[in-house]
């Protein structure tokens, strides 16, 4: 059964810092992408980060550059992402994706991926 599991979110002051965890079981990450996304109240999905299968390679969207770090550890068949320098407008539910491509090619596109999470809640304030 292919499930994803995130954990990891919470309330942080801002300019904190949490990471958050993908587990994945039922597939490897060798043969997913995986991309990270969230939703603000009141707004729609959007995609933070991506982590490909082939070869770890990553990218994030600007406005977490520099700040957020997607990673992996194939033994645990998880994915990783380390959010750094939180701001307020950081707040949502993040939820991880697995996308079965070698790459992060299109990564933004939602429907590219196959399965989903259930979600975890962020929130960034004083």
């Known amino acids: 059964q292919v499930q994803l599991v995130e954990s990891g979110g919470g309330l942080v002051q801002p300019g904190g810092s949490l990471r958050l965890s993908c587990a994945a079981s039922g597939f490897s990450l060798d043969d997913y992408a995986i991309g990270w996304f969230r939703q603000a109240p009141g707004k729609e999905r959007e995609g933070v980060s991506c982590?490909?299968?082939?070869?770890?390679?990553?990218d994030y969207t600007d406005s977490v550059k520099g700040r957020f770090t997607a990673s992996r550890d194939i033994a645990k068949n998880t994915v990783y992402l380390q959010m750094n320098s939180l701001k307020p407008e950081d707040t949502a539910d993040y939820y991880c994706?697995?996308?079965?491509?070698?790459?992060?090619?299109?990564?933004?596109?939602?429907?590219?991926?196959?399965?989903w999470g259930q979600g975890t809640q962020v929130t960034v304030s004083s």
């Open positions: 994706a697995a996308n079965r491509a070698p790459t992060c090619y299109g990564w933004g596109l939602q429907d590219r991926y196959d399965y």
């Open positions: 982590i490909s299968s082939s070869n770890g390679n990553t």
